[in-house]
């Protein structure tokens, strides 16, 4: 479950802590751009439930958070691997 989100490409999830979207690059917290991304990060995972494809082998970055591809849940509480997080369009900008 997500609990808290700090920026537009990092949040917390409950059973893990810090989770960072893989790929995606991150825009200035402090911009417009940036808060744009925190608002629409917040709007759709904010207390949702998540699945996370966690990339272990470079464990967390120096923050303390885990690279992840993020997938919501379906209403069932099954991942809904066709819609990943990560390639929404308004994340198009990936590395």
Known sequence: MV???????TFEVSSLGCVRLADVMSVNPNSQAGLEAREFTRDNLMGTQVFLDIDNKTGPDKGGCWM??????????????????NKIPYFALTI
């Open 68 to 85: 992840c591809v993020v997938y919501r849940a379906n209403a069932n509480g099954t991942a809904n691997l066709e819609k990943n997080f």
């Open 3 to 9: 609990t808290r989100i700090t920026d537009g490409v």
